[in-house]
């Protein structure tokens, strides 16, 4: 059975940078499934981070996001990874990975997730 | 950017009731629009996708429809594992990905 499992949660201060992982079990990033991030600050929204293509390793980030966001992968370990610079209280969230159920296509749809690392950002 | 606005943005209903929420898309996105439940602490899981198709596993109570610019979530006979926050996602445009702001159904 196809799942993520992503790394454990983080406590930054301002003007830090984190850098989470997200694992696949069941499944192989050589299926050329795109991983998407997701994240929801407390009590709000979805909102995309950004996303990347392990087949070769193409990368997408959100427009608000772009210049301190970064999605890597390590294809020998099947982890994915998604490092976010210059942390604000407003980076707090739970930040999600999620799998696009598509072949090597970059749909934007999701169906499998992991469980959330949640971040939060404080002095 | 596509902004999706979702109606009501609290439902309260009870078991068995049958339950619409709207999500109106703010320029036409044809059928590219998906609905996620969300359960406390937990992750979102796809229910619906291209409008109108059910992923696999969910249960034919739920149901979708529209086109363009607006859509439904139709749940019938709601169950007690059906109160959560539904959130609608349209796909029309690579990396510009964008979510409605969530709808809580919650017990009457």
């Known amino acids: 059975q196809a799942q993520l499992v992503q790394s454990g949660a983080e406590v930054k201060k301002p003007g830090a940078s984190v850098k989470l992982s997200c694992k696949a079990s069941g499944l192989t990033f050589t299926a050329y499934s795109i991983i998407h991030w997701v994240r929801q600050a407390p009590g709000q929204g979805l909102e995309w981070v950004g996303a990347i293509n392990p087949s070769d390793g193409t990368t997408s980030y959100a427009q608000m996001l772009q210049g301190r966001v970064a999605v890597t992968w390590d294809t020998s370990t099947n982890t994915v990874y998604m490092e976010l610079r210059g942390l604000t209280s407003e980076d707090t969230a739970v930040y999600y990975c999620?799998?696009?159920?598509?072949?090597?296509?970059?749909?934007?749809?999701?169906?499998?997730w992991g469980q959330g690392t949640t971040v939060t950002v404080s002095s | 950017d596509t902004q999706l606005t979702q109606s009501p943005s609290t439902l309260s209903a009870s078991v068995g009731d049958r339950v619409t929420i709207t999500c109106r898309a703010s320029q036409s996105i044809s059928r590219w629009l998906a609905w996620y439940q969300q359960k406390p602490g937990k992750a979102p899981n796809l229910l619906i996708y291209k409008a109108s198709t059910l992923e696999n596993g969910v249960p034919s109570r739920f149901s979708g429809s529209g086109s363009g610019t607006e859509f439904t979530l139709t749940i019938s006979d709601l169950q007690s594992d059906d109160f959560a926050t539904y959130y609608c996602q349209q796909y029309l445009t690579y990396s510009k990905w964008t979510f409605g702001q969530g709808t809580k159904v919650e017990i009457k």
């Open positions: 999620a799998r696009d159920p598509y072949y090597d296509y970059w749909s934007g749809l999701m169906d499998v």
